[in-house]
C-alpha cells in the first residue's frame, strides 16, 4: 500500500461484507417463503423481506464503489485523499441511515409520515430523512474524491471512475421528486433505477477493472486508456435511451417501443467489449501476478456481466417480448445474473486485490477464495437457469394462455424448490469468500510477516 489514506477503503470494504452476509441470508429466507408461503407471515412479511434483501444489495454495492475509489484515486491521483475525516464522516452517515430503514421496514415505524415513514416505491422505500441523508454523504464523497483527482495525476481510470460516481449521486436527486401522476412517477423513477445500474455503473464497472488489469497484468496504460475510454462511450449511447425499454407500458408515447428496443438491444456492446478488453489484457499481459484470485474474479465479472446483462437482457427487451414477458420470473432471472456478474463480481474483484494490501500480507487464501467464485457463479448460474424455464412456463400459463396468477404460481413450486437449493449453495460459497478474505491461515500469517504484498 503506497497512500496512507488507503485504509479508509478497509472500512468501506468491512461494511460492505457484512451488508453482503446479510443480503444474501435475507434472499435465502425470501426464496424460502416462495416454498413456503405462509412462513413468517406476521412476524415478517415477504415485502419487507423482499425491501431489505433489494436495499441492502444497493447499500454494499455502492459502498464498495465508494470503498474502491478510495483505494485507487491516491495511487491514480499520486497523492493523499482530501480529507480522511470527511471519508469516515460520510461512512458515518451511511451506516446510521441503514440502521435507520431496517428498523423503519421492520416495525413499520411512524406509517404514513412524510418525513420518517418508509415510501412505497420499489427500491426506493427509503425514508425521506435517510435519502437526505445520503444526498449529504454524496456530496461529502464528491468533494474529496473531485478535490483529490483535480489537485494530482488525471488519468483515464480516474476519469472515468470520476465521471462514473457523479452520475451515481446526481441521478440520486430524482429519488426525491415523486409526482403524484402514477406514469410520471415510473417515468422518472426509472432515471435513478436505469441510469444507475444500465449506465453510470457502468462507468464505474470501466474504471475499477481498468485499474485491476492494469496491476494484475502490467499491460502499457496507453493500451487500457483506449479501451476504458471506448467501453464508457458505449455504456453511455446506449444506457441513456435504452431506458426507453422501461416506457412501454407505463403510458409514454409509443414510439418509446422503438427507441427503447433499438438502443437496448446495443446496450449488449459495452458489456461484449469488456469481456474482449479483459481477456485480450490478461492474454496480452502474460504477467503471472501472485493474486490469482483476483485475475480470476476480473475474467469472471466481465463474463458472467455479458450473460447476465447483455444476453439475458437481450432475451425480453424488444417490446413485442416484452408485452408477454414483463414482471414475470424472467425478468428475476435477468436481475439475479447481471446484478451479480456485472457488480457484485465486480465488489469481490476489487475487495480479494485490496484487502491483502490494507492488511499488509501477501495475497492467501487463494485456493479457498477461488473456491468461493466457482460455487457462487455455479449457484447463481443455476438459479438463472431455474428461474428462466420458470418464467417460460409462466408467461405461457398465465400471458399467453391466460389462466389464473395464483394457480400458475402452483404450478411453479418445483422451479422455487430448485431455487431455493441454489441459493443455499450460494450463501454457503459467500461465507467461504468472506472467510477467505478477512482470516489468513496461520502458516500464511506467518509467512507474510516478511513477504510484502504484491503490486
Not at 23 to 28: A, E, S
Not at 282 to 304: F, M
Not at 398 to 411: A, C, F, I, S
Amino acid at each position: 500500500m503506497k497512500y496512507e489514506s488507503q485504509k479508509i477503503a478497509f472500512a468501506y470494504f468491512a461494511v460492505a461484507l457484512a451488508l453482503f452476509a446479510i443480503q444474501v441470508l435475507g434472499g435465502l429466507l425470501a426464496g424460502f417463503v416462495y416454498v413456503s408461503p405462509n412462513f413468517l407471515a406476521d412476524l415478517l412479511p415477504f415485502n419487507i423481506i423482499r425491501m431489505l434483501h433489494t436495499n441492502s444489495l444497493i447499500v454494499w454495492l455502492i459502498l464498495g464503489f465508494f470503498g474502491a475509489a478510495y483505494y485507487i484515486i491516491p495511487e491514480e491521483s499520486e497523492r493523499e485523499i482530501e480529507s480522511p475525516a470527511l471519508a469516515y464522516l460520510q461512512l458515518l452517515i451511511l451506516v446510521v441511515g441503514t440502521l435507520g430503514v431496517v428498523v423503519t421496514y421492520v416495525f413499520d415505524l411512524f406509517h404514513g409520515n412524510f418525513l420518517l415513514g418508509k415510501e412505497g416505491r420499489e427500491f426506493l422505500e427509503q425514508p425521506l430523512w435517510v435519502k437526505l441523508g445520503i444526498v449529504v454523504a454524496a456530496l461529502i464523497f464528491l468533494y474529496n474524491i473531485t478535490l483529490t483527482v483535480l489537485k494530482g495525476r488525471k488519468t483515464a481510470v480516474s476519469n472515468v471512475l470520476l465521471l462514473g460516481l457523479w452520475g451515481i449521486a446526481l441521478f440520486f436527486l430524482f429519488s426525491l421528486y415523486n409526482p403524484g401522476n402514477l406514469a410520471l412517477d415510473k417515468m422518472y423513477w426509472w432515471w435513478v433505477v436505469h441510469l444507475w445500474v444500465e449506465g453510470v455503473w457502468e462507468l464505474v464497472m470501466a474504471g475499477i477493472l481498468a485499474f485491476l488489469i492494469l496491476k494484475l497484468t502490467g499491460v502499457d496504460r496507453e493500451v487500457v486508456d483506449k479501451w476504458v475510454y471506448a467501453i464508457a462511450a458505449l455504456a453511455l449511447f446506449t444506457g441513456l435511451l435504452g431506458t426507453g425499454h422501461h416506457y412501454y407500458w407505463i403510458g409514454t408515447p409509443g414510439y418509446w417501443q422503438w427507441i427503447g428496443s433499438v438502443f437496448s438491444t446495443l446496450e449488449v456492446a459495452p458489456f461484449f467489449a469488456m469481456v474482449l478488453f479483459t481477456f485480450s489484457m490478461v492474454w496480452r499481459g502474460g504477467r503471472d501476478h501472485p493474486n490469482k484470485a483476483a485475475v480470476l474474479w476480473s475474467l469472471g465479472c466481465a463474463t458472467l456481466a455479458f450473460f447476465g446483462a447483455g444476453v439475458w437482457g437481450f432475451m425480453h427487451t424488444l417490446s413485442p417480448v416484452n408485452y408477454y414477458t414483463h414482471g414475470t420470473q424472467i425478468t428475476a432471472a435477468h436481475g439475479h445474473l447481471a446484478f451479480y456478474g456485472a457488480y457484485v463480481s465486480l465488489n469481490l474483484a476489487i475487495f480479494t486485490y485490496a484487502m491483502p494490501h490494507l492488511l499488509g500480507r501477501a495475497p492467501y487464501n487463494q485456493v479457498l477464495n477461488m473456491i468461493s467464485f466457482w460455487i457462487m457463479g455455479g449457484a447463481m448460474a443455476f438459479m438463472t437457469f431455474t428461474l428462466t424455464f420458470a418464467g417460460a412456463v409462466q408467461t405461457h400459463l398465465q400471458r399467453v394462455l391466460g389462466e389464473n396468477y395464483m394457480d400458475v404460481q402452483d404450478q411453479l413450486g418445483f422451479f422455487y424448490l430448485m431455487r431455493l437449493g441454489s441459493g443455499v449453495v450460494f450463501v454457503i460459497g459467500a461465507l467461504i469468500f468472506i472467510y477467505a478474505t478477512l482470516v489468513p491461515r496461520e502458516k500464511e500469517l506467518i509467512e507474510s510477516g516478511s513477504a510484502s504484498p504484491a503490486e
